[in-house]
Each structure stands twice: as C-alpha cells, then as structure tokens.
Nanobody, 116 residues
Framework: QVQLVESGGGLVQPGGSLRLSCAAS????????MSWYRQTPGQERELVAS????????GYADSKKDGFTISRDVTKNTLYLQMNSLKPEDTAVYYC?????????WGQGTQVTVSS
C-alpha cells in the first residue's frame, strides 16, 4: 500500500536548522510531483515547496524562498526539506504530499517547533 513517512522534525532554537525526510513506498515515486505543506492549529494547510517528478524544477511559497530547499533522491524514494534560519513562525506540523493527474497521497506529518 501507499506510504509516506515523514521524519526529522523536532525542537530547534531560532536560527537553527532541520532536515525533514519523507520516505515513499507503494507508488512510482519518480512519476509524482512531491511537495511539503505545513499546518498550524486553526489554520489551513499551506504549501511550502514543490519539486517536479525528476527534480529538475522546484517552486517555493513566496515566504519560503530563502532558507528552505526541497530535493528528492529517486534512488532512495525519498523527499527532503532542508530548513535553515528557522523562525518561531515556522513552527507547524509538516506534511509530505505526492500527486499526479489522478492520485494524491499524504503523510502523517512531523512536528517542527522553533523556540528558545
């Protein structure tokens, strides 16, 4: 069955870094657009960054152009989000998303807390 399993979240001080990972299985990873979303309590889930199937093109929410880098390793079926210069407002649950023309899948999320 399809699985997206996020890891790498945790507590980090402002200005620190984290790298999130999303291990994918049960579908053809290299054929899907992969994205990271995040959500805080009471807010809608928002897009952080996306990467095309082979990884040639990436896109970021305007607020996350600096400091965040999305990447994928098709040999490991894994999606990454490198987050640098983290701020308290980056605190959220981060979700991995996979989609093609027909299907869309979500991971269970990983908590990122930025606090001193």
């Amino acid at each position: 069955q399809v699985q997206l399993v996020e890891s790498g979240g945790g507590l980090v001080q402002p200005g620190g870094s984290l790298r999130l990972s999303c291990a994918a299985s049960g579908f053809t990873f290299s054929s899907y657009v992969m994205s990271w979303y995040r959500q805080t309590p009471g807010q809608e889930r928002e897009l952080v960054a996306s990467i095309t199937p082979i990884g040639r093109n990436t896109g970021y929410a305007d607020s996350k152009k600096d400091g965040f880098t999305i990447s994928r390793d098709v040999t490991k079926n894994t999606l990454y989000l490198q987050m640098n210069s983290l701020k308290p407002e980056d605190t959220a649950v981060y979700y991995c998303n996979a989609r093609d023309r027909v299907n869309e899948y979500w991971g269970q999320g990983t908590q990122v807390t930025v606090s001193s």
